[in-house]
C-alpha cells in the first residue's frame, strides 16, 4: 500500500496538463477509480490540518476531530492537542503487525511522527504487541532523497503501508502562484517523481500486484494567487483522489461506485447530510484494502466505506 499526498495539487493542473505533461497522474487515473472533485477538510484548507485528517480519518473540529488548527510543528502531540489520544491507520497497521513508514518533505509532518513514536503511541492491546511506536520508518527529507528511499521501502518490504508527502507544488505555489508555469512544471515534477517508484513497481510484478496506490492532496490553491488558507473558495478544497492497483476497478468514476457518496458539485458540504469524497477517507480506505478494520472514533468511521471494486 502506497498511499501518496501531493501538497497542494489543485486537480485543474492535471486537466490543463492532460495526458502528455502528467502522464504517471493520468495512467493512475485512467488504470484505477478516480474523482477530481474530492474535498478537503471542511475547516481549514491548509497543510498539517489536512495531514492529520488523512492519517487519522477525522475532521478538524470536535469530540471526533483532531483538533489540529494550526500549520506548523508546536512541539506537542496529538494527544496533548486534542485532550485525548488521537488512533491513527498507522495504529490499526502496526498493531495487526503492518510495517508502516511515513517520509515527508516538510518540517511540520515532526508533529505527526512525534505523535505516533515510542514515548506517545498508544499501547498495542491487538493480538501480539507490536510496541507503542506505530512507525517503522519515519523520515522528513528532500525529495529525491524521498524518491529513493520511497522505492527501496516498498522494493525490500521494510514497509507494507509506505504514506508519501510530495512538497513540489505547494512550493511553487506559494513562490509564484498556482497554476501559472512555474506551478505546472513542479506538478510536472511530482508526476516525474510518482512515475520514478511506479517505473519500480513495474520491473517487480510480485510486488506491482499486492499494492494499492492511493493519492489525494492537502488543499488546492488559487490561479495566480499565493495563498491557499481561505477555505470558502473552491479553488482550495477542491483536491483529487485517485486509487490505483490491486482491488481497484480500471476507468472507474469514485462517486459512480460509492452511491452513499455524492459529488458535490461546486459546493462545499459540511459533515451533515451525504459526504462527498474526502482527503479523510484516505485512512479507512487504506485500511479496508489492507483487510484492517477502520480506525476507531473517526468520523468517517459511521458512514459506509468507499467501495473501490
Ligand atoms: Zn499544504
Known amino acids: 500500500m502506497l498511499a501518496i499526498s501531493v501538497d497542494g495539487l489543485n486537480p485543474e493542473a492535471l486537466t490543463t496538463l492532460g495526458r502528455d505533461g502528467t502522464p504517471t497522474f493520468w495512467r493512475l487515473i485512467d488504470e484505477g477509480s478516480a474523482t477530481l472533485n474530492a474535498r478537503s477538510a471542511y475547516e ?8 492529520a485528517g488523512m492519517l487519522s480519518g477525522r475532521p478538524v473540529s470536535g469530540d471526533a476531530g483532531t483538533s489540529v488548527t494550526f500549520n506548523d510543528d508546536t ?14 491507520l498507522f495504529d490499526i497497521a502496526h498493531d495487526h503487525d503492518v510495517s508502516t513508514a511515513l517520509l ?11 505523535s505516533w513514536d515510542r514515548n506517545h503511541g498508544a499501547a498495542d ?29 516498498l522494493t525490500s518490504g521494510d514497509a507494507r503501508l509506505v504514506f508519501w508527502h510530495i512538497a513540489a507544488p505547494d ?20 508526476d516525474e517523481q510518482i512515475g520514478s517508484v511506479l517505473d519500480a513497481l513495474d520491473a517487480d510484478p510480485a510486488l ?18 499565493e495563498q491557499h488558507d481561505d477555505a470558502t473558495r473552491l479553488a482550495n478544497y477542491r483536491i483529487p483522489f485517485i486509487a490505483w492497483g490491486r482491488g481497484v476497478r480500471a476507468g472507474g468514476d469514485l462517486y459512480a461506485l460509492n452511491p452513499d457518496r455524492a459529488d458535490p458539485g461546486t459546493s462545499r458540504p459540511d459533515y451533515t447530510g451525504t459526504q462527498p469524497i474526502r482527503n479523510m ?7 479496508g484494502l ?18 473501490l471494486h
Open 208 to 225: 506491482a500486484a499486492r499494492t494499492t496506490v492511493l493519492l489525494t492532496a492537502d488543499h488546492g490553491g488559487p490561479r495566480g494567487a
Open 44 to 51: 481549514l484548507t491548509i497543510t498539517l490540518p489536512n495531514h
Open 290 to 307: 489492507l483487510g484492517l478494520p477502520a480506525v476507531p472514533g473517526a468520523a468517517t468511521s459511521a458512514l459506509p466505506p468507499v467501495i
Open 125 to 153: 492491546m491487538t493480538g501480539a504487541d507490536d510496541g507503542r511506536d506505530k512507525l517503522d520508518v519515519a523520515e522528513i527529507a528532500p525529495a529525491d532523497e524521498l524518491v529513493d528511499d520511497v522505492t527501496d521501502t
Open 75 to 88: 512541539g506537542g502531540t496529538l494527544a496533548a492537542t486534542h485532550g485525548a489520544y488521537v488512533p491513527g
Open 171 to 190: 512550493a511553487a505555489g506559494h513562490a509564484a502562484g498556482w497554476l501559472g508555469p512555474e506551478y505546472l512544471a513542479a506538478v510536472g515534477d511530482a
Open 104 to 114: 515527508a518533505e516538510k518540517d511540520k509532518f515532526a508533529f505527526l511522527v512525534r
Open 281 to 287: 477517507d484516505l485512512a479507512d480506505v487504506a485500511l
